[in-house]
């Protein structure tokens, strides 16, 4: 069962955490932009950008809800998860699978990399506009279900950047039992 231990809920910067990886709320271009992307970019330093490149030579653009990893580059976590959210169009284009996709492939590439802690940005809910509590409930969701049938411990933490978001996870948080 899947407790308060395994779940943490953080307001803070996530290129700030020490973890074995982080996941980034990227484009489908990986080049960097705004908002989460663009502060993992610049914490992270060139040599992010530069495997960015190499994978977008080798595969194209980063799918909606795919997944993808990198070294950290400067910042303290060893990887960096790029991971597309989706774009809020009205709930009818399929938005909350996607956004499902991004959690379970992000933990599916953590496992394949032996990751045993990740740290979760509110994917979708800044510029891409996903309202946010519906994206909290499935990413809350969606991570407990993923770690529930996974044979290898991982820790995950939610950095949350605002005040908003922070107490939507907060009180998914206080739901989960304490052990």
Not at 22 to 28: F, H, K, L, Q, R
Not at 99 to 118: P, R
Request: net charge neutral; hydrophobic share 35%; aromatic share 6%.
């Amino acid at each position: 069962m899947i407790s308060k231990e395994n779940i943490r809920v953080i307001k803070g910067d996530i290129t700030k955490e020490s973890v074995d990886a982080i996941v980034n709320a990227a484009n489908s271009s990986l080049m960097g932009g705004s908002g989460v992307d663009g502060a993992i970019h610049r914490a992270g330093g060139k040599r992010i950008l530069e495997e960015c490149m190499e994978i977008i030579s080798r595969q194209g653009k980063c799918q909606t809800g795919e997944a993808v990893i990198t070294s950290g580059g400067n910042l303290p976590a060893k990887y960096v998860i790029h991971t597309v959210g989706p774009v809020w169009n009205g709930g009818n284009n399929q938005e909350r699978q996607k956004l499902k996709n991004c959690y379970n492939n992000s933990l599916e590439l953590a496992l394949k990399h032996g990751i045993q802690s990740i740290a979760f940005p509110n994917i979708s809910t800044g510029i891409y506009r996903f309202p946010k509590e519906e994206a909290a409930g499935i990413a809350f969701t969606t991570v407990k279900n993923f770690l529930e049938v996974t044979p290898s411990p991982v820790d995950v933490t939610f950095i949350c950047y605002d005040d908003e978001n922070f107490a939507l996870y907060q009180k998914l948080h206080q739901q989960l039992p304490d052990h």
